[in-house]
C-alpha cells in the first residue's frame, strides 16, 4: 500500500495540481492532508474543494483555525502577523458555503489505525499551541506518548525527518527512499505543497510505502507553473506582493 500526505498548500492551485498529477504515477492509494489548505494564496476555493474530494482524512492547520476565529469572533488570534491575516480574510470571502462548513469541521489531529499513523498540523502533543517543532523536537518525541509508530506533521514548510533511537535527524530522503525501522518511533514533517520555504521551489509532499517486510519513505519535489501561482496572488491585489515574490525562492 502507498499512501500521499499533502500539507501548506496554502491556497496555491498550480502547485496542487501538479502534485496530483505526480501522484497518479505514483499507484497512490490515499491521500492525507495536514491542513493550511488556505491562506497566502489566491485559490482557496479550488484548493479546498480538491483536498475535500480527494483526502481520506484532513486535519486543521493554523490558518483553518485563524478562519473559524474571524467567522466566529471577527478577530484573528494575536499572534498571526498581518500578511497572514489579509489571507484568511481573502479566503473566507472566496470560499463557498460547502467549503467553508468542511474547514469548521476538521479535528485538530486524528489517526489512522491501521496504519499506525498520527496525524497533526504542528505539535502532536499540543495540537492548539501551534508550536513550529524544530530544535524543540527530541524534547517534543519524549513527551507525545502516543501508540503510533509515525507521527505526521507540517507546518514550518520544511521536510525533516527524526527518530527516537540511535539518530538526532535523518537525512533528507534520497530517490531510493529511507527506509523506517520497525522499533522506532518517527517523526515526520512532510513539507509543503504550496509554499516551500527550505531554498528548494518545487512542491513538496510525502509517499509512505508499506511494503511486505519494510515501511519507506520518500520526499517528492514536483516542478510546478510557479509565474502562474505569482501571477494569481499579484492579480488579487489584496494579497501582499511579497507572497508572490518568495514562491521563486522557496523561502
Not at 481520506?56 to 498571526?80: D, I, Q, R, W
Not at 538526532?168 to 529511507?178: E, H, L, V
Not at 492579480?235 to 518568495?246: C, G, P, S, T
Amino acid at each position: 500500500m502507498r499512501i500521499a500526505i499533502l500539507s501548506d498548500i496554502h491556497g496555491n492551485l498550480p502547485a496542487l495540481e501538479a502534485v496530483l498529477r505526480d501522484i497518479e504515477q505514483n499507484r497512490i492509494d490515499d491521500k492525507f492532508c495536514l491542513g493550511d489548505i488556505i491562506g497566502y494564496g489566491a485559490n482557496p476555493e479550488e484548493c479546498v474543494q480538491i483536498i475535500r474530494e480527494i483526502s481520506k482524512k484532513s486535519v486543521c492547520g493554523n490558518h483553518e483555525h485563524a478562519l473559524m476565529s474571524y467567522v466566529l469572533t471577527g478577530e484573528f488570534p494575536e499572534t498571526m502577523n498581518p500578511i497572514a491575516c489579509d489571507g484568511v480574510a481573502y479566503a473566507k470571502d472566496k470560499l463557498s458555503k460547502i467549503s467553508m462548513d468542511f474547514i469548521l469541521s476538521l479535528p485538530l489531529s486524528d489517526e489512522v489505525k491501521k496504519l499506525n499513523l498520527k496525524l497533526s498540523h504542528s505539535s502532536i502533543k499540543s495540537p492548539d499551541r501551534w508550536e513550529y517543532v524544530t530544535n524543540t523536537v527530541f524534547a517534543h518525541m519524549e513527551l507525545y506518548g502516543v501508540p503510533q509508530n509515525i507521527s505526521l506533521i507540517g507546518h514550518t514548510h520544511k521536510p525533516q525527518i527524526w527518530r527516537n533511537k540511535g539518530i538526532r535527524q535523518a537525512a533528507k530522503s534520497t530517490d531510493s527512499g529511507i527506509t523506517l525501522l520497525s522499533d522506532n518511533k518517527y517523526l515526520i514533517n512532510v513539507g509543503s505543497v504550496g509554499q516551500p520555504r527550505d531554498g528548494d521551489p518545487r512542491a513538496c509532499y510525502l509517499i509512505i510505502d508499506y511494503l511486505e517486510n519494510k515501511t519507506k519513505v520518500y520526499f517528492r519535489r514536483v516542478e510546478y507553473d510557479i509565474e502562474r501561482a505569482a501571477r494569481a496572488i499579484r492579480e488579487a491585489q489584496v494579497l501582499d506582493r511579497f507572497l508572490a515574490d518568495r514562491l521563486f525562492q522557496g523561502r
